[in-house]
């Protein structure tokens, strides 16, 4: 979280960037994996499950920026910034569950016939 930025625009941010990696990333996996003669529903479907670490950590900025703020926090005392960076992280994982649950949803792969 850029420090200038104000803590309410950046948890926002955390959520949609999350989602939007996640979808994104499936749908143009999907179109790869059509393209590459693979069923597409259940490779995005398989996708939305590996994405959504690396949906977490876009969201985030990268974790050195989440490490050095918990840093900061328990040996400078700074407990504000833990909780911003856990609230940021809960986000972020907000974000990529609805993502993954759109995913789901769309593609039905979780049903069993």
């Known amino acids: ?36 003669g693979e069923p597409p529903l259940s490779t995005i479907h398989q996708l939305a499950n590996r994405l959504k670490i690396w949906a977490l950590v876009a969201a985030i900025g990268g974790t050195f920026d989440a490490f050095y703020s918990f840093e900061r926090g328990i040996f400078e005392g700074e407990t504000r910034n833990i909780v911003k960076q856990v609230l940021l992280i809960v986000s972020a994982m907000g974000g990529a569950q609805t993502g993954w649950l759109i995913i789901t949803w769309l593609t039905q792969e979780h049903t069993s016939p």
């Open 1 to 36: 979280m850029d420090p200038k930025q104000a803590f309410m625009p950046a948890f926002i941010d955390s959520y949609f960037i999350a989602l939007g990696v996640l979808i994104g990333g499936t749908l143009i996996g999907g179109i790869g994996a059509y393209l590459a």
